[in-house]
């Protein structure tokens, strides 16, 4: 892993080695806009006695900013709030007994980030102000919320229904400070910009297990579903 990471720094740094001359000579004045958007995100991390892992609905809201570098090739970036996160389900077998109660559980990571990306984008002109966008680049993320929250119900045994929760950034279970690969597909209809964008991880922020001395390997994981407004 400490090899993809030191692959991301050197496509970042490409990045922008590549895009300064052309930032320098734009003539164009940058223009930014709005947008928000549905995510729903995962991770690459197996919990234990897990029976499922299913993919955490969410959103993200932001400004967002571009620098025509050539007529249709562009830098793009934002500043946005932005959830993450991962569900599990499970269910425990008590020990003893000929037919002992079972726990069933569901467990839910919801993260909250400020995120940065920085992103090249190339517009293909389909007419009547109508845009085909491709981009791809690479994101930096912190954490500025967390919490953890596992819901149990039990059958066989006489007990109610119960809730756990407990706040990873704070205890030291994840590392804040993210960063990740990121691309997407989306169409420009005027002023109006629809997308489509995957986010992977690339910075393992799985610090170490609660009540337990392991580590552990923890990456991002997002699929977004955003609608923009260009206001210049």
Not at 19 to 35: D, F, M, R, S
Not at 40 to 51: A, I
Not at 72 to 80: G, R
Not at 89 to 101: C, K, M, S, V
Request: hydrophobic share 40%; charged share 20%; net charge positive.
């Amino acid at each position: 892993m400490k090899n993809q990471q030191r692959m991301f720094l050197i496509v970042l740094t490409i990045l922008l080695v590549l895009a300064y001359p052309l930032i320098t000579k734009a003539q164009k004045p940058p223009g930014y806009g709005i947008k928000a958007g549905m995510n729903l995100s995962g991770s690459s991390y197996n919990r234990y006695f897990s029976d499922s892992k299913s993919l955490k609905p969410g959103f993200q809201v932001g400004i967002t900013g571009e620098y025509a570098l050539t007529k249709a090739l562009f830098l793009q970036s934002e500043i946005a709030f932005t959830t993450k996160g991962v569900v599990y389900r499970g269910a425990d077998l008590w020990i003893g007994g000929t037919n002992p109660p079972v726990t069933h559980w569901k467990n839910t990571l919801d993260l909250l980030y400020v995120k940065a990306p920085l992103k090249l984008a190339y517009k293909f002109d389909m007419g009547s102000k109508i845009k085909l966008v491709v981009n791809a680049g690479a994101y930096a993320a912190y954490g500025v919320g967390a919490k953890d929250k596992t819901k149990n119900r039990y059958t066989g045994v006489e007990r109610p229904a119960d809730t756990q929760s407990y706040y990873p950034f704070k205890e030291g279970v994840l590392r804040r400070f993210d960063t990740g690969a990121i691309a997407g597909l989306g169409v420009e209809l005027g002023s109006l910009q629809l997308a489509i964008n995957y986010e992977l991880g690339i910075r393992d922020i799985g610090k170490q297990m609660r009540d337990s001395s392991h580590d552990f390997e923890y990456h991002n994981q997002n699929i977004s579903f955003t609608i923009g407004y260009a206001l210049k």
